[in-house]
Nanobody, 121 residues
């Protein structure tokens, strides 16, 4: 599966953005989808994940209540709605597809190119 992330940009603190990750292929609905991020000078970290059916979601403690992951299997797309953004959310955001939910940032599975989110006034 090939993944294409989009939707990043510059936003002020407290603002919102919605990231999208479009997948190619007919097997999108069989994959658990994930979002990771990597801030400048820091290691890549888990942000959110959603099961293949969309029935369960998982979040890093740092984003709970502010970021929401969702998916539309008919459109082969996973989303990350980002609200109440903080400067510490600044990072390159990556989407990843895995056969099961796995929160490790070890590079396993299929990864898209990143999209840059900058939160600054």
């Amino acid at each position: 599966v090939q993944l294409q992330a989009s939707g990043g940009g510059l936003v002020q603190p407290g603002g919102s953005l919605r990231l999208s990750c479009a997948a190619s292929g007919r097997t999108f609905s069989t994959y658990a989808m994930h979002w990771f991020r990597q801030a400048p000078g820091k290691e890549r970290e888990f942000v959110a994940a959603i099961a293949s059916s969309g029935g369960r979601t998982y979040y890093a403690d740092s984003v709970k209540g502010r970021l929401t992951i969702s998916r539309d299997n008919a459109k082969n797309t996973v989303y990350l709605q980002m609200d109440s953004l903080k400067p510490e959310d600044t990072a390159v955001y990556y989407c990843a597809a895995r056969s099961l939910v796995w929160l490790g940032a070890d590079g396993s599975g299929f990864w898209g190119q990143g999209t840059l989110v900058t939160v600054s006034s």
